[in-house]
Nanobody, 123 residues
C-alpha cells in the first residue's frame, strides 16, 4: 500500500519561493504518476501540477505555468514542486496524490493521498 507524506510548506512573502516534497513509501513508487493538488478555504480542490511515473511527461495548471516546476527522483521515492514568484492566491493546503492512470487533474483518478502541507503567501 503506497503512502505519501508532504513537507516543505510554510509562510512566505509574495514573490518568494518554496519547495514542496512528496515522499512515498510502502509500494513501488515508479509505477505511479504523482500530482499536486491544492485547496484554499471555501474553494474546491484543484490540480496544480502532475508528473508521469517515469518523469517524462508533466502537466501544469494555467495559473502556475512559468512559476512552478515539478520533478521527481525515483531513487529517493520523492516528487518535488518548486514554487517561485508566489502570489497570495497560491495560499492553500497542498496535497500530493498518486495514480496508475494518466496525469490529469480529475480527482476520481487518485486513490492515494497525503495529509497535506499548508502554504501561506502573505506580507
Amino acid at each position: 500500500q503506497l503512502q505519501l507524506v508532504e513537507s516543505g510548506g510554510g509562510l512566505v512573502q509574495p514573490g518568494g519561493s518554496l519547495r514542496l516534497s512528496c515522499a512515498a513509501s510502502g509500494s513501488t513508487f515508479d509505477y505511479y504518476a504523482i500530482t499536486w493538488f491544492r485547496q484554499a478555504p471555501g474553494k474546491e480542490r484543484e490540480g496544480v501540477s502532475g508528473i508521469s511515473a517515469a518523469g517524462g511527461s508533466t502537466n501544469y495548471a494555467e495559473s502556475v505555468k512559468g512559476r512552478f516546476t515539478i520533478s521527481r527522483d525515483n531513487a529517493k521515492n520523492t516528487v518535488y514542486l518548486q514554487m517561485n514568484s508566489l502570489k497570495p492566491e497560491d495560499t492553500a493546503v497542498y496535497y500530493c496524490a498518486a495514480t496508475r492512470g494518466p496525469v490529469l487533474f480529475y480527482l476520481y483518478l487518485y486513490d492515494t493521498w497525503g495529509q497535506g502541507t499548508q502554504v501561506t503567501v502573505s506580507s
